[in-house]
């Protein structure tokens, strides 16, 4: 089979499409023949060989993706030949809370292979069924960035029809969690440096926009938003948690779920003291949060925003248009 493999350097350039040998389901075991794929801003962290998520040499990159069964093995009982389904982010983390034991075993990173193969091998058990009226990119978006984006927005978070919630950004989680929040009812306030992308999120459902590069100081535009009260909720894709903590009212809460502006930030504690804010680093999700999201997702007729599809073969410049960024929500590889 065709799989890529991140070779003998680190950069957008290092994976190589190169043949392994064809896989094949043990007992308990589910060989997926897959369909499509997509990437995360975590893949370029990886692929450039960036601090805990530096991969050894031959690694299989990416960890979104989704295929169709096409052999089990022996005992196989929660999915059969010919269900699309999509392997989680991590494999052993089924259900409850972070344990170092469910989170030890990423797809895609420093501890396993990840998905961008003809076909891969998984446990029955780390497989997740996709809404039938998704199309096979818009399945791929799931695992990661759909995931992450649940696991910031919904319960067991407090967020209340009225309550307003700040999404920093257009890309993938962004606007994951723009339309999960509008299920809750909630004000959506989308930022971004393009006029033409805040366009596109008021036509998903954004209740206001700023953008950040016209008016620098969007803690500022929020406080004028909410009355000088501040956001209930923050999704800070970004990592400026400065700002976010600004942004947020008294008592409110921030879900940290992004690195975009680099590996540290700057905190004012004496902001962040006074406003009696709660900072939660999310971490993608389990498959009980996976199945959920779903749920939700089939019940609401929700499509996942696919900016453009890539072939099979066109990793690199996948990779690269995620960088540059032009994307708005998901980018994918069609197998």
Not at 137 to 153: D, F, I, R
Request: glycine share 10%.
């Amino acid at each position: 089979m065709k799989a890529f493999e991140i070779r003998d350097s680190f950069g957008v350039d290092s994976p190589k499409l190169v043949e392994r040998p064809d896989p094949s389901a043990g007992p308990g075991q589910v060989l997926l023949k897959m369909k499509a794929f997509s990437v995360n801003y975590r893949d370029l962290l990886v692929v450039n060989g960036v601090g805990r998520w530096k991969p050894p040499r031959g690694r299989v990159p990416l960890s979104d993706g989704v295929g169709i069964v096409a052999a089990t093995g022996n005992g196989v009982s929660r999915v059969k030949v010919g269900d699309r389904v999509a392997p989680i982010f991590y494999p052993k983390w089924l259900d409850g809370r972070v344990a170092t034991e469910k989170m030890g075993q990423a797809l895609g990173g420093a501890a396993a292979d990840g998905v961008l193969a003809e076909y891969t091998l998984f446990d029955e058990a780390s497989l997740v069924h996709i809404p039938a009226h998704l199309t096979d990119e818009e399945a791929a978006t799931l695992p990661c960035a759909g995931v992450t984006a649940w696991s910031a927005v919904v319960p067991p978070r407090d967020i209340t029809p009225g309550d307003s919630v700040v999404v920093l950004g257009t890309g993938s989680v962004s606007m994951f969690a723009l339309q999960f929040a509008r299920f809750l009812g909630a004000r959506v306030i989308v930022t971004s440096s393009s006029d033409q992308k805040l366009a596109r999120a008021k036509e998903l459902g954004a209740a206001e926009v700023i953008n950040y590069k016209t008016g620098p100081d969007w803690p500022k535009a929020v406080m004028e938003l909410t009355d000088s009260i501040g956001a209930d909720y923050v999704v800070d894709t970004v990592g400026g948690l400065k700002e976010a903590i600004a942004a947020v009212r008294l008592g409110g809460m921030v879900a940290f779920v992004g690195l975009l502006s680099g590996m540290t930030s700057e905190v004012d504690l004496v902001t962040f003291m006074g406003k009696c804010a709660r900072v939660e680093a999310v971490d993608v999700g389990s498959r009980e949060v996976f199945e959920a999201m779903n749920k939700a997702i089939e019940f609401h007729s929700m499509r996942p925003v696919v900016d453009r599809v890539f072939g099979f073969s066109e990793l690199r410049d996948a990779l690269n248009y995620l960088r540059e960024p032009r994307h708005f929500g998901k980018v994918c590889l069609r197998a």
